[in-house]
């Protein structure tokens, strides 16, 4: 796994620490692009769900998922389906072709008991955690038989009709800050920005 290791290695880089919820999120991305057989999404050909929710452990997993699958909140092709879950669904858009991918059980017990998680769970931050810790943790998810960490589902068709997104950025003509266009709100001949609106949203 000589060129993955170099992706994982590149994924961490990008996420700022070593973790083991990052860890699951590229070999769960992998896992996705290989069972559809596509590459990295460069631009938007692929789109991701991601079932992680807010302000729980493990949603260092959505980092995982981005850097190795390209489908990246700045780019817009991927949201989250908050279920609190290590799963994950990608799209081949062309073709609708999907597949749904989760990071199993198996390990839970490990890294609960690893050095790495009994100083997050005594509040230390991910990135103060010793190196070799961090390293023990990463080596225990990357390692571990796929046939036991990784459930691959079978590939289905996923029913969405994809909407092409709108280009360009116009001044507001209240505030003068460039705002996307489909961001205008139209005030008698003006077009303006939300806060410079009268609307929510
Ligand atoms: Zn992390
Ligand atoms: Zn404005």
Redesign the pocket.
């Known amino acids: 796994m000589t060129g993955e290791r170099e992706i994982l290695n590149k994924a961490l880089e990008f996420h700022g620490h070593r973790c083991w919820a990052s860890v699951a999120g590229v070999r769960v991305g992998l896992a996705a692009l290989n069972k559809l057989g596509v590459k990295r999404s460069g631009g938007t050909q692929l789109y991701g769900i991601v079932e992680i929710g807010e302000d729980h452990g493990g949603m260092c997993f959505a980092d995982g998922i981005q850097y190795t699958t390209g489908c990246t909140f700045g780019k817009g092709n991927i949201r989250k389906n908050p279920l609190g879950k290590l799963g994950f669904t990608l799209i081949e858009k062309a073709t609708n072709r999907a597949v749904r991918v989760v990071f199993t059980a198996k390990l839970q017990p490990q890294i609960a008991a690893s050095a790495f998680m009994q100083k997050r769970s005594a509040g230390i931050s991910a990135d103060e955690i010793p190196e070799a810790e961090q390293l023990e943790l990463v080596d225990l998810v990357w390692n571990a038989p796929a046939e036991e960490t990784i459930k691959v589902g079978e590939i289905f068709q996923y029913d969405e009709r994809w909407v092409p997104e709108v280009m360009g950025f116009k001044p507001?003509d209240?505030?003068?800050?460039l705002?996307a266009l489909a961001y205008l709100r139209v005030v008698g001949q003006r077009h303006?920005?939300i806060?410079?609106s009268d609307y929510d949203r």
């Open positions: 507001c209240n505030c003068g800050e705002t303006v920005c806060p410079c």
